[in-house]
């Protein structure tokens, strides 16, 4: 595990009130899901985000060895991108409105912790 998938499982159990590893765990549900969707030919939807696709491209030889060429999309649910045009219009977002009212603090607070 690096660096940033620590830091990234701390910020979300911080978030979501929940443990490291009941965080971890669930995450890696997320990526066993997200290839049995992908076995099954259909899109991930992924609660408060959106929906997830995978399709194979090719597998390439290359110097390291075998790459797999996959083309993923990720379409991002309408609530989450109204969040980002509030922020790129200088507004205070629904999300940030609500981690006020949690107190909750920022990635980078509960990353540098």
Same mark, same amino acid.
């Given at each position: 595990?690096?660096?940033?998938?620590?830091?990234?499982?701390?910020?979300?159990?911080?978030?979501?009130?929940?443990?490291?590893?009941?965080?971890?765990?669930?995450?890696?549900?997320?990526?066993? *899901? /997200?290839?049995?969707?992908?076995?099954?030919?259909?899109?991930?939807?992924?609660?408060? $985000?959106? %929906? +997830?696709?995978?399709?194979?491209?090719?597998?390439?030889?290359?110097?390291?060895?075998?790459?797999?060429?996959?083309?993923?999309?990720?379409?991002?649910?309408?609530?989450?991108?109204?969040?980002?045009?509030?922020? *790129? /219009?200088?507004?205070?977002?629904?999300?940030?409105?609500?981690?006020?009212?949690?107190? $909750?603090? %920022? +990635?980078?607070?509960?990353?540098?912790?």
């Amino acid at each position: 595990m690096t660096k940033t998938d620590r830091d990234l499982i701390k910020a979300v159990s911080a978030l979501s009130n929940q443990s490291f590893e009941a965080t971890k765990a669930v995450l890696d549900g997320l990526y066993k *899901q /997200a290839f049995i969707s992908y076995l099954e030919g259909k899109e991930m939807h992924i609660p408060k $985000i959106g %929906t +997830f696709t995978m399709k194979f491209v090719e597998d390439r030889v290359e110097r390291r060895g075998k790459v797999t060429i996959v083309d993923a999309k990720l379409n991002l649910l309408p609530e989450l991108s109204r969040n980002i045009g509030q922020e *790129q /219009a200088g507004e205070i977002t629904d999300i940030e409105n609500q981690l006020l009212k949690q107190n $909750i603090k %920022t +990635f980078d607070q509960v990353a540098d912790e």
